[in-house]
């Protein structure tokens, strides 16, 4: 359940799953509802599919993502995304897929 | 990194699913025959619904998540996924409103209001099911 948890914590893996709800999409499709790179989209979708909560479909050069969540799954994403929970924590994504933003030049 | 979750295998869930038959099915032998020295016969009634109805409600919960390989075989996976996530709810509700009626309403309330509120959830997804297929036809 902690993986459950922790892939639920991200507010880009959640906003994932509620695009999924819909119905399948493609990554690219999903990726373009986000400005990250698709390197993070990656590591995104393989933190999903590591919860057990999308499952990854190869159709030729193209993979489908479908939702795969249980009823209590689906009502503890429900309970995140309303509250906003965001929780700050070293494993939600691997360390090199994480985007660092250019920092801030001096004066 | 976090370790991947895994479904357990189909024959895990057979072997599970049969265990807790062999559960219900004992726990329902054994109060029947503590009963009504032991146990009263409404007891015994409400705890085998309230046990009934966590089972069905466990089953329920899983449906949307345990049936997603069936969708490669549906030509229209978006209609697909709506049908079984909606199924998998109406069961959750449904279970949900067999199990409160053993705990909280009186015997003779609960002995026919728990099925009906199951019942009314097999056929909230048997209608909407059927809905689907006339639209399909249309």
């Known amino acids: ?107 | 990194m976090m370790p991947a979750k895994q479904s357990p295998s189909p024959r895990t869930m057979r072997i599970r699913a049969l265990v807790h038959a062999a559960l219900i099915i004992g726990l329902a032998v054994a109060m029947t025959l503590r009963s009504p020295d032991y146990v009263s016969r409404e007891t015994t009634n409400r705890i085998l619904g309230i046990v009934t109805g966590f089972f069905v409600l466990y089953y329920a919960n899983a449906a949307s998540k345990t049936l997603a390989p069936l969708s490669r075989i549906a030509c229209d996976p978006a209609t697909e996924q709506m049908l079984r996530r909606f199924m998998a709810w109406a069961l959750v509700l449904g279970s949900l409103g067999y199990i409160l009626p053993w705990v909280f309403a009186p015997f003779k309330t609960a002995m026919w209001l728990a099925p009906a509120l199951l019942a009314t959830a097999l056929l909230t997804v048997g209608i909407r099911i059927g809905m689907r297929k006339r639209g399909s036809r249309a």
């Open chain 1, 1 to 107: 359940m902690s993986t459950v948890f922790k892939a639920l914590a991200d507010p880009t893996r959640r906003k994932v799953l509620q695009l999924l709800r819909q119905r399948p999409m493609s990554a690219g499709e999903l990726s373009e509802h986000f400005e990250v790179s698709k390197p993070t989209m990656s590591a995104h979708f393989a933190v999903l599919v590591g919860a057990d909560l999308i499952e990854a479909d190869k159709q030729g050069r193209t993979i489908i993502y479908r939702l795969k969540m249980s009823v209590l799954e689906e009502t503890l994403l429900g309970f995140a995304q309303t509250f906003g929970l965001q929780i700050a924590h070293p494993d939600s994504l691997p360390d090199d897929s994480v985007d660092h933003p250019a920092p801030a030049e001096g004066p």
